[in-house]
């Protein structure tokens, strides 16, 4: 297996059906060891069954996915030994104490006696859930749910973690610190394969996938994305009542895309500083002040809708009422 060398995880041609429908269409990608793989995009995207069928929960119908240079279809039963999984739902028994779940867990990955205590001790430093074990799980706050669920998901020292939506519907401080523990992680040779679809968690992998439609559409390092995928120029726009300046700038008719983030506003178009005089015209006119105009590097987010807006495009403007899941889709 010379894969298993460099790849954590390396899968060539992945399909997936559900009977006439198609929700992973020939997916190909590897993923480095010691790396934060980002899995990305929206809801019915097929990041959920991808992920199932890597770890062995879902047969593929083709293709082939080799984890730690293990053959997922053949070999799953030795490869568990190495992965943890940690689902949106963070898979905790929610009547249990911190310390119960936490010995429920390691019982399952075969932990006992001196090598249970010794990672059930690393797991409350690493969570910071000291001085908590007999508190009963469903009263801990969605933030140490979290981080009690991941340290269910490491308890066994897994090589590589699969970590499914790990974030939904949690805070935004408790998602950075958990950003920061997936770093430590990695520091200590693990890897990681996230799945989100929040753009900001997406710029903090090393590499990443966009799938829509059962497809991968972009792959690559944030930067190298962000670099080859974007479609046109993103200017970021700093006026007087953004939201009025909005429809202002679609009525011109000259822009793929007007769009808020935050305060401010990004227009992107192909040419876009060339559209510099309408823009400040437009809005002069509207009596709305312009504070800043700028041609900006895109976001991940502004690179995922213009790869959106492409394929809607390419595929002669798939129809609202393609009942056939994507049936145009297929020569995208």
């Known amino acids: 297996m010379h894969n298993a060398n460099h790849f954590a995880v390396s899968v060539q041609q992945l399909v997936k059906r559900f009977g006439s429908f198609t929700a992973v269409n020939g997916v190909s990608f590897n993923v480095r060891k010691g790396t934060i793989f980002g899995f990305l995009g929206p809801n019915g995207a097929g990041k959920t069954t991808t992920i199932r069928m890597l770890l062995g929960l879902l047969t593929p119908t083709e293709g082939t996915a080799l984890i730690l240079g293990y053959d997922v ?20 028994y929610r009547d249990l104490t911190v310390e119960e779940n936490l010995d429920f867990y390691g019982k399952v990955y075969g932990l006992r006696g001196q090598r249970l205590a010794e990672r059930k001790a690393y797991v409350m430093a690493m969570a ?33 973690l699969f970590l499914d939506e790990p974030t939904a519907g949690v805070d935004p401080i408790s998602r950075r610190a958990f950003w920061d523990l997936l770093y430590e992680l990695v520091g200590g040779g693990a890897t990681v394969f996230v799945t989100t679809h929040y753009m900001d968690e ?7 996938a966009f799938i829509l ?20 120029q993103v200017l970021e726009l700093d006026c ?15 822009f793929e895309e007007v769009a808020l983030y935050g305060a401010r506003i990004h227009v992107v ?7 510099i005089p309408a823009i400040r015209e437009r809005l002069t006119a509207a009596g709305l002040a312009i504070t800043s105009l700028d041609l900006i590097q895109p976001s991940l987010e502004d690179v995922f809708i213009s790869q959106v807006r492409a394929r809607i495009n390419d595929a002669g403007q798939l129809s609202a009422d393609d009942d056939g899941e994507g049936g145009e889709d297929d020569e995208a």
């Open 128 to 160: 910071g859930l000291q001085g908590q074990e007999r508190v009963l799980t469903r009263e801990l706050a969605g933030g140490w749910q979290q981080r009690l669920a991941l340290g269910c998901a490491i308890l066994h020292e897994p090589e590589l």
């Open 213 to 232: 439609d059962g497809r991968i559409i972009a792959q690559g390092s944030p930067q190298e994305v962000k670099q080859t995928k974007m479609r046109g």
């Open 269 to 275: 178009a192909e040419g876009a500083t060339g559209h």
């Open 240 to 254: 007087a009542d953004a939201r009025r300046a909005v429809p202002l700038l679609r009525d011109l008719g000259l």
């Open 73 to 92: 279809a053949r070999e799953v039963q030795v490869l568990r030994r190495h992965i943890g999984y940690m689902s949106q739902k963070f898979s905790l």
């Open 202 to 208: 997406a710029e903090r992998c090393q590499e990443l």
